[in-house]
């Protein structure tokens, strides 16, 4: 069981990841609907949460494990339903967001967060999150903007190489965690 530090839940670093959470509904909708200034609010919004959750909960002395899952996770269902809401538009790879599910799982089980431990995050981990956040950005954004660029093959160049270094960070985890035992 999750036992968060000094016993609280309800923080306000847990509250924007909450909010976070709160968009990714009317995110996918604004896109499947192509409403993209909608779908570039939730975005700009996902991003300010996502930025500022972390140095919040650290600099009022409740970060914790509740908090990274509840952080990741909130991260892991905006990019991979954003990603799916695009893929079924055929914007990016539709294996895609099913790999960035898999990796999350991988990442929550191998670092034994259900059983309330830290996640632990891999450097090609951190910047994959880092590549389906901009990706689903570029997605949006250049169609909110009306900008027609960049041209749809690159972003589809971004999507498989985006595939390509997600199953290389599950493999690479997928090795550490045979090495270590």
Not at 44 to 56: E, I, N, Q, R, S
Not at 85 to 107: D, G, K, N, S, W
Request: proline residues 4%.
């Amino acid at each position: 069981m999750l036992v968060p530090s000094q016993g609280r839940w309800i923080t306000w670093a847990n509250l924007l990841s909450g909010l976070r959470l709160a968009t990714v509904v009317p995110c996918v909708l604004a896109v499947l609907g192509l409403h993209w200034r909608i779908a570039a609010g939730c975005f700009v919004f996902a991003v300010a949460t996502d930025l500022l959750d972390g140095p919040l909960a650290r600099r009022r002395g409740e970060a914790s494990a509740l908090g990274g899952l509840l952080d990741h996770g909130s991260d892991a269902l905006f990019v991979s339903s954003s990603l799916m809401a695009l893929a079924i538009l055929e914007r990016v790879p539709t294996i895609l967001p099913v790999l960035v599910v898999a990796a999350f799982l991988q990442y929550v089980f191998d670092s034994h967060a259900l059983a309330g431990k830290s996640l632990r995050t891999s450097q090609l981990g951190r910047w994959n999150g880092i590549g389906y956040y901009v990706l689903v950005g570029i997605g949006i954004i250049s169609e909110a903007l009306e900008l027609g660029w960049p041209p749809s093959a690159w972003i589809a160049i971004i999507g498989w190489t985006l595939v390509l270094s997600t199953a290389a960070s599950m493999a690479e985890r997928a090795r550490a965690l045979f090495t270590r035992n």
